[in-house]
């Protein structure tokens, strides 16, 4: 067991080292492609980069069930099970059309990360009520500018391990409604054990991806909300379940 505690805090270090390692190396890149709105396409460019580096660097790999392909000329709104760090990464590696984060504001206090995290993020502190207002509105102002915005809408990671999938928040949806623009929704298989918020836990392996078919919003109104919400959580649930199964 103590061997296992020692690989599993070298592997989780080596994880946190490449992440500072590699933002050092893109850092004068980062840096001018974060101080203006009009270079974020150059940014996203870079983002992607670190996000191989660093899922692959740590010893993962990906198979992908795609369903529908993105139109690069169009905005989505992403939309995945949240379980693990990697998921940002996973993201980022999967969709090419540049967009957003929608992330929790703790994380803007991680050093060197946390910096560039909160340049290139929309913050939202769960808590406020007046936060998540105004992270809509800068999601919408996102999405207005021609970018796509991803939201793991069960609003964070629960503590309990045990729930496959935690029940959704309501702004993807109604973001998704407002500007007539499809859902994607992606489900993340194995992540929860291979890469868990736990420090000492986890193996790499390779993560099955399955890339849903998109979820159409137009004439919809907020009045079918509850539904646009409830279909595509049953669209991201169904594989968690069968693989827990098996």
Same mark, same amino acid.
């Given at each position: 067991?103590?061997? #296992? #505690? *020692?690989?599993?805090?070298?592997?989780?270090?080596? =994880?946190?080292?490449?992440?500072? /390692?590699?933002?050092? &190396?893109?850092?004068?890149?980062?840096?001018? %492609?974060?101080?203006?709105?009009?270079?974020?396409?150059? @940014?996203?460019? !870079?983002?992607?980069?670190?996000? +191989?580096?660093?899922?692959?660097?740590?010893?993962?790999?990906?198979?992908?069930?795609?369903?529908? #392909? @993105?139109?690069?000329?169009?905005?989505?709104?992403?939309?995945?099970? +949240?379980? %693990?760090?990697?998921?940002?990464?996973?993201?980022?590696?999967?969709?090419?059309?540049?967009?957003?984060?929608?992330?929790?504001?703790?994380? $803007? #206090?991680?050093? *060197?990360?946390?910096?560039?995290?909160?340049?290139?993020?929309?913050?939202?502190?769960?808590?406020?009520?007046?936060?998540?207002?105004?992270?809509?509105?800068? $999601?919408?102002?996102?999405?207005?500018?021609?970018? %796509?915005?991803? *939201? =793991?809408?069960?609003?964070?990671?629960?503590?309990?391990?045990? &729930?496959?999938?935690?029940?959704?928040?309501?702004?993807? @949806?109604?973001?998704?409604?407002?500007?007539?623009?499809?859902?994607?929704?992606?489900?993340?298989?194995? !992540?929860?054990?291979?890469?868990?918020?736990?420090? @000492?836990?986890?193996?790499?392996?390779?993560? !099955? /991806?399955?890339?849903?078919?998109?979820?159409?919003?137009?004439? !919809?109104?907020?009045?079918?909300?509850?539904?646009?919400?409830?279909?595509?959580?049953?669209?991201?649930?169904?594989?968690?379940?069968? +693989?827990? %199964?098996?």
């Amino acid at each position: 067991m103590l061997l #296992k #505690k *020692i690989a599993w805090f070298l592997w989780k270090i080596w =994880f946190y080292t490449l992440i500072l /390692i590699v933002i050092l &190396v893109l850092s004068p890149f980062l840096i001018v %492609s974060l101080s203006t709105d009009k270079f974020y396409r150059f @940014f996203f460019i !870079l983002a992607r980069i670190w996000a +191989h580096c660093v899922f692959y660097g740590t010893g993962f790999t990906k198979k992908v069930l795609v369903k529908q #392909k @993105f139109d690069p000329r169009r905005s989505y709104i992403l939309t995945a099970n +949240h379980t %693990s760090m990697m998921d940002i990464m996973l993201m980022l590696i999967l969709v090419k059309n540049p967009f957003v984060f929608v992330g929790k504001k703790e994380l $803007a #206090k991680l050093p *060197i990360f946390g910096y560039f995290y909160k340049k290139a993020c929309i913050l939202v502190d769960r808590s406020s009520a007046v936060s998540r207002q105004k992270t809509m509105i800068a $999601a919408a102002q996102k999405l207005a500018n021609g970018l %796509s915005v991803c *939201i =793991f809408p069960e609003g964070g990671v629960p503590d309990d391990e045990s &729930v496959v999938l935690d029940e959704f928040k309501d702004g993807a @949806f109604r973001l998704a409604i407002d500007f007539e623009i499809p859902v994607v929704p992606m489900t993340f298989v194995g !992540l929860k054990k291979m890469f868990p918020f736990r420090f @000492f836990a986890g193996y790499p392996g390779k993560v !099955l /991806i399955h890339q849903h078919p998109f979820v159409e919003t137009k004439g !919809l109104t907020q009045r079918d909300k509850p539904q646009l919400k409830e279909e595509v959580r049953e669209m991201i649930l169904k594989p968690l379940l069968w +693989h827990e %199964s098996v």
